[in-house]
């Protein structure tokens, strides 16, 4: 008998069987067993998210207010070992952490890989190791948009999640804006496959900010769906803030997505102050601003243009496209020329008036002109 043939279970067997808690090494977002994926733009704090938490995992504590489990790490790291050492005298690992820095030459081939990953199982056994953090995952990927090369990376990873470690991959986003759960650059087959999925993010579309936010999709109910963080002055930990900052979001969204679903077209800052409902009270063009940014942020809204004045931001929510498709039959080919040709953006309320000026030239019905003679 072929003890590698997977094995059957029965549905009256797994739920006999008593389901147990996850057994989180970062609450909420890191835990035995399963996979991490952290998405965020390059030099955007994840490596000095992971230095923080290697450093928290010398004796335990807390992280953004969440309780890290002490233990050993094994990094796998794209950066040379000189960058490692320097953060680990500034941060004191507590001799915790294994590094493989710069493993491979080229684009490992799934011997090579498999290789490595069979030491690293070494290492647990050895030193108890329970965490493995790929930093980043995409050189080891020889396809990242190939749905069966992501498979082949991360599929041998379950010899490790089965023997009870967690896995941390760190990942880039993909160029575009994009809506949450979505950012990873690559095939959709990499967030099919995690457990957990976080992004992170700056807050109003700052790159200079301290704060970052955190928009997680996780299959477990601990997870916090979202924090809003900010480095203390130390950079030792992150504060986390309250994420409403009292500007009223959240009580004029509803305004907001009635606003973009009544919407015939993408629509400018100045397209939704126009179109703002009478009977609610208008926000300023600076507080429309921050509203419109949260939404983004939050994967609520899709925006895309530079801001210049040729080039304004454009929003609409993810899942009008598909119907202005339906209603409007040149509508995709129009894009398409925008963005070749880069024709100028017509805000809604010139279209009005446009379509007003066109319809007011047809012939009426009762027209004498309109009648053959």
Known sequence: MNDQFPHEIWDHELTACQQPAADWLWHGLLARGNMTLLTAMNKSGKTTLLSLLLSRRKHGGTLAGLAVQPGKTV????????????????????????????????????????????????????????????????????????????????????????????????????????????????SGALLGHVDISIELRHPGGNPLTRRRRFLALSRHAETPRQLLLELNAQGTDYLVLADEQEDGFQANWDVLRMLFEDAPQKLTREDVLGEWPADFDKPSASLLRQWLNRAVERGLVAVEGSGRKADPFRYWLPSAEARWKEQQPFYEIFEQQVQELRLPFKSLTERKRIDSETTAEWPKADDDSATES
């Open 75 to 186: 990094v796998v790291s794209e950066e040379d070992a000189t960058l490692w050492a320097a953060r680990g005298r500034e941060r004191d690992f507590g001799g915790n952490v294994c590094f493989f820095s710069r493993p491979f030459l080229s684009l490992p081939r799934p011997e090579q890989w498999h290789a490595l990953l069979g030491r690293i199982l070494q290492l647990r056994e050895q030193h108890g190791v329970d965490l493995l953090v790929l930093d980043p995952l995409a050189p080891l990927l020889r396809c990242e948009n190939n749905p069966r090369s992501v498979f082949e990376t991360l599929l041998p990873l379950t010899a490790l999640t089965q023997r009870g470690m967690a896995v941390l991959a760190l990942h880039h986003p993909a160029k575009a804006q994009t809506v949450l759960g979505q950012a990873a650059r690559g």
